[in-house]
Nanobody, 112 residues
Framework: QAHLEESGGGLVQPGGSLRLSCVTS????????VKWYRQAPGKQRELVAS????????TYADSVKGRFTISRDNAKNAVYLQMNSLKPDDTAVYYC?????WGQGTQVTVSS
């Protein structure tokens, strides 16, 4: 059974950094691209970043381009989201999605 678990969220001041992790099990992780989404209170879920199965191709939302970096380690069945220069607008629950499966999310709060 597919399982995804995000971690690494927390409270950080504006300008700070966090590294989110999504560790998976129960399916052939290395065959699939991965997407990070986020959902802020009262807003629709937003695609933040994506990475191809090999890691060779990545895409980013304009709002995070140049600040966030998505990466993956197929040997560890894991995907990461390095978030730098965080802003209050980055506050949201962050989810990873692979082949239609979702994790439970991890809360990121950017506040002074």
């Amino acid at each position: 059974q597919a399982h995804l678990e995000e971690s690494g969220g927390g409270l950080v001041q504006p300008g700070g950094s966090l590294r989110l992790s999504c560790v998976t099990s129960g399916f052939a992780f290395a065959k699939f691209g991965v997407k990070w989404y986020r959902q802020a209170p009262g807003k629709q879920r937003e695609l933040v970043a994506s990475i191809s199965w090999s890691g060779a191709s990545t895409t980013y939302a304009d709002s995070v381009k140049g600040r966030f970096t998505i990466s993956r380690d197929n040997a560890k069945n894991a995907v990461y989201l390095q978030m730098n220069s965080l802003k209050p607008d980055d506050t949201a629950v962050y989810y990873c999605m692979i082949n239609g499966y979702w994790g439970q999310g991890t809360q990121v709060t950017v506040s002074s």
